[in-house]
């Protein structure tokens, strides 16, 4: 996809709990995939990391993830992450607002990010 003259490129990366992998696996396939994407000098701009709503509470691989997010990227960079809730159409408005105030106000989760300008969106 093209915008602004420059090649926008989006990735699915495997998430560490749907996957039949462990998490070590997936990270040595995210670790791949970045260095290859370095070295062919496609740099990373930006990241949208997507949180079910349904689940009512960050499990010990959401927060793992959410983790080695916050490493990858560097505190200086927060910015350049958009965090997003889904699957909006199967919980109601209230429920969901209340889920998406504690990701926002809980230390670790996505206050970080918050803090930096990031984008709460659902």
């Not at 994407?37 to 691989?61: A, C, E, K, M, S």
């Not at 998406?100 to 106000?105: A, C, D, F, I, K």
């Amino acid at each position: 996809m093209l915008h602004n003259g420059g090649t926008v490129y989006f990735i699915e990366a495997p998430a560490l709990d749907s996957s039949a992998r462990g998490e070590a696996e997936v990270f040595e396939e995210w670790a791949y995939w970045l260095v290859q994407t370095y070295i062919r000098g496609i740099r990373i701009n930006g990241v949208v990391y997507l949180h079910n709503i349904l689940d009512p509470r960050l499990t010990h691989t959401a927060k793992t993830g959410l983790e080695v997010l916050k490493r990858m990227c560097g505190c200086e960079n927060f910015e350049a992450v958009t965090m997003a809730a889904t699957r909006w159409d199967k919980i109601e408005p209230r429920e969901g607002e209340a889920r998406t105030y504690e990701l926002v106000q809980t230390e670790n989760y996505w206050v970080n990010f918050m803090m930096a300008s990031a984008i709460s969106q659902g």
